[in-house]
């Protein structure tokens, strides 16, 4: 069986960052790696004025029942057809990702440590954090910068209409699943630290080191 890793936090605290670099270091012979993002829901019935309008930072916008399935089925050493979100369009596109699980697989995004049934799946849970601060002002560039139709306007209205009281009603908690956590302020030596950390965490999964589920 596939050995699982949740990496969960706050948006823009660096979990995609800091989990390629540590696989970058470790090689993807053996690692998996799928994104909590590619689970929202499908929402190309509704027009791209109306999709802008969702609360994507709550747990009921992600498909619980296909990450669930195919989690499990992964776990099991099944190959799977992942959905991949357009952030663009802000739904999911057409295209299916056939993906065939290594020996380690991370799962990673803000609603990773949520569901206690992913939880207890899970061999590792890893919770990155980040300073509000910090969080705002990556992802205020990464947003502007990286996707289109998205105005500084919209960026910092959804951040804190959305993404801010939904960080702390359900995601800020999660961290007291984890098993370890790692702090990403972002200065060099501080980004060097959480990947060195990161890397030897998914290296202990790699030789079968044990973890405690809760």
């Known amino acids: 069986m596939a050995k699982i890793i949740l990496v969960g936090g706050g948006s823009s605290s660096g979990k995609t960052f800091i989990t390629k670099k540590a696989i970058e270091r470790l090689g993807n012979e ?35 029942p296909l990450i669930l399935l195919q989690i499990s089925a992964l776990k099991k050493g099944e190959t799977i057809k992942k959905p991949v979100y357009d952030f663009n369009n802000q739904t999911r596109s057409d295209k299916i990702e056939e993906i065939t699980p290594k020996r380690v697989i991370i799962f990673e995004g803000i609603m990773a440590l949520e569901n206690p049934t992913l939880r207890k799946i899970a061999d590792l849970k890893i919770f990155i954090g980040a300073s509000p601060e910090r969080r705002f002002l990556r992802r205020l560039i990464r947003d502007h910068s990286e996707r289109t139709n998205r ?64």
């Open 30 to 64: 053996n690692i998996t790696l799928i994104s909590f993002d590619d689970y929202y829901k499908d929402l190309s019935h509704l027009p791209l004025e109306e999709r802008k309008k969702q609360n994507f930072d709550h747990p009921n916008a992600f498909d619980w």
């Open 151 to 214: 105005s500084y306007d919209y960026i910092i209205n959804q951040y804190f209409d959305t993404v801010k009281p939904m960080y702390d009603e359900f995601v800020k908690p999660t961290q007291f699943y984890a098993d370890t956590i790692i702090y990403n302020e972002g200065t060099t030596a501080g980004e060097s630290k959480a990947i060195n950390i990161m890397t030897t965490l998914i290296n202990s999964v790699l030789n079968n080191k044990e973890y405690p589920s809760d």
